[in-house]
């Protein structure tokens, strides 16, 4: 499969929007019914354009998004790709804390929101239109005005087109700054890989601020369709799935699936492929979804700052304990601790090699350059590659958690639990769950002094603090951490000792 190339002179919208489509033929269809054509979506991206830049947003420009899903919210990050500027997806369910500290620290131009987030918004001192998830708001209403014949803005394959928070090893977000030619490529790569066209329609159950990239811009680079359900919901996908040809999601997603009988061939018959990814899947789990459906789940292994890295072909054998081959014009390499090349077969430490590499995090040049090795990204994650080269993801970073195929950093977690009146310190682990993949599960060791520490109230008290995925599931507490001889808590013992104790 031959590498895709990005012209020195780039617009991402031009790269993903093709003009010849057939205008009356579905662009995205919402789950309440109102469609957008592809006939449509040159206006409407243009209006939203010119309204951008009447809010003085232009080529550089961050322009933060913390929608629900709808065709509008897609339409706006198209928009933002028609000037050049930058897009800072902000995932809806965070709270109001962690939003103003991601506000605070992009300094956004202008922010898109829904109105439940306009507070948040405004008292971050930001400039806010607003967009709610049926397509009202201030953007679709001021948009109506204006005439949309602002031209498209060429930028550099290597200028930023979208920022997206990840926590990194102190547990606060950390900006990820993607290039227009990494966007650009990964996208078109992974249409190729999968083979999307515009005969598919992809079944689009994924978060907003997390489904734009990996699922939202492949399926828009090939031509397809696009079904938007607002959130997974097993009712919703069972009754459009004979609607569509493409479905990606998490591995908890086709647990769900699979609990219900009615998930089987019948159902899945026009279907042409499922992708899964962001947390492993169990073998068994892997297997008894082909006796059901008939198909074999294709896997792809990514991270916020390099996007997709691997993916499994179309047309390649698939197996659950591989995530496929890196994308054309890319390259994965296993090392050890020092950085030298293990032999094929050998677990190390995952880096990465890509033709439009990852541009660093936002204002933090010392941990941009630790990312890197030489021209290498250093993923943080082990695996190991066989000889014709696949790829196995084996840890996503000694202490990740992926809960739901969500990312969970326990530091930040741990920050909130340590903050409860009576707790002495906390340790944040993942216990293997049915349904999640795993639950974060809170340790504690409490103060002499405390009393009557009850953990329900504790967890209650962190849903104030945290996003829903990040609380934990349970709070034990033990009389002392388990430590080695540094006096550091052996996670993995207390990850022994209360496996087991998350089911459902």
Same mark, same amino acid.
């Given at each position: 499969?031959?590498?895709?190339?990005?012209?020195? $002179?780039?617009?991402?919208? +031009?790269?993903?929007?093709?003009?010849?489509?057939?205008?009356?033929?579905?662009?995205?269809?919402?789950?309440?019914?109102?469609?957008?054509?592809?006939?449509?979506?040159?206006?409407? #991206?243009?209006?939203?354009?010119?309204?951008?830049?009447?809010?003085?947003?232009?080529?550089?420009?961050?322009?933060?998004?913390?929608?629900?899903?709808?065709?509008?919210?897609?339409?706006?990050?198209?928009?933002?790709?028609?000037?050049?500027?930058?897009?800072? *997806?902000?995932?809806?369910?965070?709270?109001?804390?962690?939003?103003?500290?991601?506000?605070? $620290? +992009?300094? %956004?131009?202008?922010?898109?929101?829904?109105?439940?987030?306009?507070?948040?918004?405004?008292?971050?001192?930001?400039?806010?239109?607003?967009?709610?998830? @049926?397509?009202? @708001?201030?953007?679709?209403?001021?948009?109506?005005?204006?005439?949309?014949?602002?031209?498209?803005?060429?930028?550099?394959?290597? +200028? *930023?087109?979208?920022?997206? =928070?990840?926590?990194?090893?102190?547990?606060?977000?950390?900006?990820?700054?993607?290039?227009?030619?990494?966007?650009?490529?990964?996208?078109?790569?992974?249409?190729?890989?999968? @083979?999307?066209?515009?005969?598919?329609?992809?079944?689009?159950?994924? *978060?907003?601020?997390?489904?734009?990239?990996?699922?939202?811009?492949?399926?828009?680079?090939?031509?397809?369709?696009?079904?938007?359900?607002?959130?997974?919901?097993?009712?919703?996908?069972?009754?459009?799935?004979?609607?569509? !040809?493409?479905?990606?999601?998490?591995? !908890? =997603?086709?647990?769900?699936?699979?609990?219900?009988?009615?998930?089987?061939?019948?159902?899945?018959?026009?279907?042409?492929?499922?992708? #899964?990814?962001?947390?492993?899947?169990?073998?068994?789990?892997?297997?008894?979804?082909?006796?059901?459906?008939?198909?074999?789940?294709?896997?792809? =292994?990514?991270?916020?700052?390099?996007?997709?890295?691997?993916?499994?072909?179309?047309?390649?054998?698939?197996?659950?304990?591989?995530?496929?081959? %890196?994308?054309?014009?890319?390259?994965?390499?296993?090392?050890?601790?020092?950085?030298?090349?293990?032999?094929?077969?050998?677990?190390?430490?995952?880096?990465?090699?890509?033709?439009?590499?990852?541009?660093?995090?936002?204002?933090?040049?010392?941990?941009?350059?630790?990312?890197?090795?030489?021209?290498?990204?250093? !993923?943080?994650?082990?695996?190991?590659?066989?000889?014709?080269?696949?790829?196995?993801?084996?840890?996503?970073?000694?202490?990740?958690?992926?809960?739901?195929?969500?990312?969970?950093? %326990?530091?930040?977690?741990?920050?909130?639990?340590?903050?409860?009146?009576?707790?002495?310190?906390? +340790?944040?682990?993942?216990?293997?769950?049915?349904?999640?993949?795993?639950?974060?599960?809170?340790?504690?060791?409490?103060?002499?002094?405390?009393?009557?520490?009850?953990?329900?109230?504790?967890?209650?008290?962190?849903?104030?603090?945290?996003?829903?995925?990040?609380? *934990?599931?349970?709070?034990?507490?033990?009389?002392?951490?388990?430590?080695?001889?540094?006096?550091?808590?052996?996670?993995?013992?207390?990850?022994?000792?209360?496996?087991?104790?998350?089911? @459902?």
């Amino acid at each position: 499969m031959p590498a895709i190339t990005v012209s020195d $002179d780039a617009n991402v919208y +031009a790269a993903l929007i093709d003009p010849a489509r057939d205008p009356d033929r579905v662009f995205m269809e919402n789950a309440d019914g109102r469609v957008v054509r592809f006939g449509e979506v040159p206006e409407i #991206t243009a209006r939203y354009a010119d309204l951008l830049s009447s809010e003085r947003v232009g080529k550089g420009d961050f322009v933060a998004g913390i929608l629900e899903k709808s065709p509008e919210a897609v339409l706006l990050y198209l928009a933002v790709c028609r000037l050049g500027a930058v897009y800072v *997806p902000v995932h809806i369910g965070l709270t109001d804390a962690e939003v103003s500290h991601i506000l605070g $620290d +992009a300094r %956004p131009r202008l922010v898109v929101c829904d109105p439940v987030r306009q507070a948040v918004a405004v008292a971050a001192g930001c400039p806010v239109l607003t967009l709610d998830a @049926g397509g009202g @708001g201030t953007l679709v209403e001021r948009s109506r005005t204006m005439r949309g014949v602002g031209p498209l803005q060429n930028i550099a394959p290597s +200028a *930023p087109n979208a920022m997206v =928070y990840t926590s990194g090893t102190t547990g606060r977000p950390k900006g990820a700054l993607l290039s227009a030619g990494a966007v650009i490529w990964n996208a078109r790569s992974l249409a190729a890989c999968w @083979g999307i066209t515009d005969a598919d329609t992809l079944l689009h159950a994924n *978060p907003m601020a997390y489904g734009l990239f990996g699922t939202t811009t492949p399926a828009l680079a090939g031509g397809a369709s696009l079904i938007l359900l607002p959130r997974f919901d097993t009712e919703g996908v069972l009754a459009r799935l004979p609607h569509a !040809t493409i479905f990606a999601g998490v591995p !908890t =997603y086709y647990n769900r699936l699979m609990a219900d009988a009615r998930f089987d061939r019948t159902l899945c018959s026009g279907m042409r492929l499922f992708v #899964t990814g962001s947390a492993p899947m169990r073998p068994d789990a892997f297997d008894a979804f082909t006796q059901r459906t008939g198909h074999r789940l294709l896997d792809r =292994y990514g991270l916020t700052e390099v996007l997709i890295a691997t993916s499994n072909r179309l047309h390649d054998v698939r197996r659950p304990d591989t995530s496929g081959l %890196p994308l054309p014009g890319s390259e994965i390499r296993i090392v050890d601790e020092q950085g030298e090349l293990v032999p094929a077969g050998i677990v190390g430490m995952i880096e990465l090699h890509q033709p439009y590499p990852f541009l660093g995090y936002w204002q933090d040049a010392e941990k941009t350059q630790q990312s890197f090795r030489g021209d290498w990204f250093r !993923t943080g994650d082990f695996g190991r590659v066989d000889a014709p080269g696949y790829v196995s993801v084996l840890g996503r970073g000694a202490d990740l958690i992926i809960s739901g195929g969500l990312n969970v950093y %326990p530091k930040e977690v741990e920050a909130a639990v340590n903050a409860l009146e009576g707790v002495a310190e906390s +340790a944040v682990i993942g216990i293997p769950h049915a349904d999640f993949g795993e639950a974060v599960v809170a340790v504690v060791q409490l103060e002499a002094s405390a009393k009557d520490f009850d953990t329900r109230a504790a967890i209650d008290a962190l849903k104030l603090s945290l996003a829903g995925y990040k609380v *934990p599931k349970r709070i034990e507490v033990i009389p002392e951490m388990p430590r080695n001889t540094l006096g550091k808590i052996q996670k993995n013992l207390l990850k022994q000792r209360f496996k087991g104790r998350c089911r @459902g």
